[in-house]
């Protein structure tokens, strides 16, 4: 939950910022996914803005990985951690870790670069004579030989980053528990899963199966219930409200759950990896937290209760801050509002029924 709160303090206002700064270059009242496609791709600002989010998105995520990691190596070296003290030791290596996760973006970036062209490149040739909903629905010849492209692409890709991500899945224990230093910790890390990457793929494709296949369930689960119980509501508006709110807090807690199980198993899967052999022997445990924090060589007089406050503080900022974003992005210009094609999946799009 700290961690959530932490990504919704610090990439709320950067997006709301990035979509309002898009609309002022383009002059428009609204912007499509097009627009939002070539800015990110063809601007240097978009592109920085790019490698920006991605890194602060993978960052905060690598950063709440190594908070469980230093919790599941801590009871494997049999002591019982201390929430306070995993989670300042992750604080302590925060710029260390946006460091890795900047250098893993640029690296992600330049290996799919040739395989963005390619796809980039089969849909200009092949797919611009139409709008691409026109090759979505009828599906023409020229349609199915783009996709035959896109698939064997894809697969490349996906062949290309599930090697190097093996070989890289150690690159966050070494920056957090032995100090590697971010931009040698990649070639360590490839160095020591020599040989041993197989196994760590069993491992990680169970994981990556169920972390797929667990939301699918409790998404479709919650839906049933959901359609089998909201219909004896319809005739109370109150009863209704009651009901959705309950329902989303259900949904919720849910997804939550889901999202502990799966980050926290990944987080043993690496640590697992990185104990074996003996690996683990130089990682150093966290510290115990005594109202200081230091960080990249400074020390910050500091408590759990002002870390909790203070972040209470950021995520309130940051509501507010986007809400003034978007407030100032209304214009007072006419806007059509139109519907997108409706739920396609139980009526034909653009008709009523679908609506």
Known sequence: IAYKAIAFAVLTPLIVALMRLL???????????????????????????LVLVLALIIGVTALEQ???????????????????????????????????????????????????????????????????NFYLTDRPPVFWGAAAIVAVVVAALALVLV??????????PLVVFENVLPVLAFAESARRMAGRRMGAAKFLGAWAAAAIVLPILTTFGLQAIGRGIAPMFAGSMAGLLLFVAVYLLVWGAASLAV???????????????????????AAK?????????????????????????TLVVAVALAAGAAYLLMGSAWTDRPVTIFAHRGAAAEAPENTLAAF
């Open 66 to 132: 190594a908070c469980l990691m230093t919790i599941v190596l801590t009871a494997l070296r049999g002591k019982r951690p201390r929430l306070r003290d995993a989670f300042t030791h992750g604080a302590r290596n925060a710029f260390a870790v946006l460091r890795v996760t900047v250098n893993l973006v640029v690296r992600l970036l330049v290996l799919a670069a040739p395989f963005v062209a390619a796809l980039g490149g089969t849909y200009w040739v092949l797919l611009t004579d139409h709008d691409i």
């Open 163 to 172: 090697r190097k991500a093996l070989s890289w899945l150690l690159v966050l």
């Open 259 to 281: 999202g502990v199980v799966t980050a926290a198993t990944f987080a043993w899967i690496v640590v697992r990896e990185y104990s074996a052999d003996g690996g683990a022997d």
């Open 285 to 309: 445990l966290p510290e115990p937290l005594h109202d200081e924090l230091k960080i990249e060589g400074r020390l910050l007089r500091v408590s759990a209760p002002v870390l909790v406050g």
């Open 23 to 49: 609309i002022r270059r383009t002059g428009a009242t609204a912007i499509a996914d097009v627009d939002i496609a070539l800015f990110l791709f063809t601007t240097r600002a978009g592109a920085l803005a």
